[in-house]
């Protein structure tokens, strides 16, 4: 019926024999296990530093901008004086972004 039953035979024991594999499929034994990695949060004035040292080595203003009265408010709530200091620097920045290196350093300079 069905031609050679020698052939047959080899077929069924051969489907017998992988069968197991495409009911067991991949599993997930071996798939990585999720991880929580925790990112501490900086602190504002760590955040507004960072960003001025990264004009003052010569880093372009760009859409960071739309953060500056963010970063002074986070800063004036613990230090308005640092704060008031930071915003004056922050507007001259925003006001002239070719001279963000300069007014930078001069920051910098004067932050705790």
Do not use: H
């Not at 069968?19 to 990695?37: L, N």
């Not at 925790?38 to 760009?62: N, S």
């Not at 408010?73 to 001279?99: K, T």
């Amino acid at each position: 019926m069905f031609g050679d039953p020698g052939k047959s035979a080899r077929v069924a024991a051969w489907l017998v024999l992988i069968s197991p594999a495409f009911v067991a499929g991949c599993g997930s034994s071996g798939a990585p296990q999720p991880r929580v990695i925790k990112v501490e949060k900086q602190p504002p004035l760590q955040v507004v530093r960072t960003q001025l040292e990264q004009y003052a080595a010569g880093q372009l203003v760009d859409s960071e901008r739309d953060l500056f009265p963010g970063w002074v408010r986070d800063v004036r709530a613990s230090d308005p004086q640092v704060a008031d200091l930071i915003e004056e620097g922050l507007q001259q920045i925003e006001a002239n972004p070719a001279q963000a290196r300069t007014i930078s350093k001069k920051i910098l300079e004067k932050l705790p």
